[in-house]
């Protein structure tokens, strides 16, 4: 099959076409960006000489759909919406990594984006597909997870579909490298003030909360709020997710060994780490796994959790690509059987 990028000159659009140069069953068709359609995608991007001779075209529904099987939307929120809804119609299939499809309440979306909401009748034919917990793609709309969200709900899903902890007192901390916050600079992404430095932001209002809370309900009703932030960390790529909670009277470690061993036994891309190791932020470089240690402390009944991930990959791009290998029904780990970045 051959695969549009809508937004390919942004971080996750490269991190696509990374991947799908790799890819045994999928290349790419067309390549398009709205601001950046003037030359080749190499005479930006020199990494790609040799490798990728593409012209960078504007957006044009009608010329995407005839020279391409399905179309990636690597655009910033509040694009897809607006862009998507003629491949939606024409039933076109699409894979949106923005936010733009992921919340089922058009009033949740407006308040924690700040943007006018996608239609409820596009919003109903969007599969929210965390491919781990996704067993069925219901049509052609496809709406990524975002990364903090995915780092976050594959960290403690077991948890919490095993009512291991008591989830009013669950806390979240995800920490990200400096790619997650896309390629516009500006005072939080100057060198300066990044470097050797680390900052704490959105304090209660990131975009990912009512995500990860509408993904837990499905798990558990109960849950209705969920306590997480986010800071920034001078490396270029990655998310560092720190969970804790109090465990359950008579939940062991070893049970929670077991819920997460029978939880993630046929997910290639979750790995657990061994008893007493925590894992590290480098181990999931350039890749699509998902990382997850944990520990309980005996004295408080508090359980740490670590889950790492790219977040360009797993978080997105990797992600994407995994979701369009389910959809397709072809093997999952198609193209995304990297080896981590190592040192």
Known sequence: MKAAIVGVTGYTGIELLRIIQGHPQLTVGTIHSY???KHSIEEDYPHLQGVLQL?????????????????????????????APVFIEAEFPVIDLSGDFRLQDPAVYEKWYQKSAATKE?????????????????GNLISNPGCYATAALLTIAPLIKGNLIDPTTLILDGKSGLSGAGKTLGESSHYVN????????????????????????????????????????PVKRGIFLTAYGKVKDGVTEEAIYQAYEECYQEAPFV??????????????????????????????????????IDNLMKGAAGQ????????????????????PLFP
Not at 122 to 138: D, G, K, M, N, R
Not at 203 to 231: A, D, G, K, R
């Open 35 to 37: 601001s950046m359609h």
């Open 55 to 83: 012209p960078v075209q504007p957006f044009e529904p009608e010329q995407i759909m005839a020279k391409n099987d399905l179309v990636f939307f690597a655009t910033p929120a509040g694009v897809a919406k607006e862009l």
């Open 122 to 138: 596009l919003l109903a034919q969007a599969t929210y597909a965390l491919p781990e917990f996704t067993s069925e793609y219901s």
């Open 194 to 233: 990044v470097d050797e430095n680390m900052t704490l932001y959105k304090l209660n209002q990131h975009q990912h909360i009512p995500e990860i809370i509408q993904q837990l309900q499905v798990w558990n009703q109960e849950i209705t709020s969920v306590h997480f932030t986010t800071s920034l960390i």
């Open 271 to 308: 790995r657990l780490q061994a008893k007493g190791q925590l894992p590290q932020l480098r181990q999931v470089t350039g890749t699509n796994f998902c990382d997850i240690g944990l520990g309980v402390n005996e004295t408080t009944g508090i359980i740490t959790l670590v889950g790492v």
């Open 320 to 339: 994407a690509i995994q979701n369009y290998n389910r959809w397709a029904q072809i093997e999952e780990t198609a193209g995304l059987w990297q080896v």
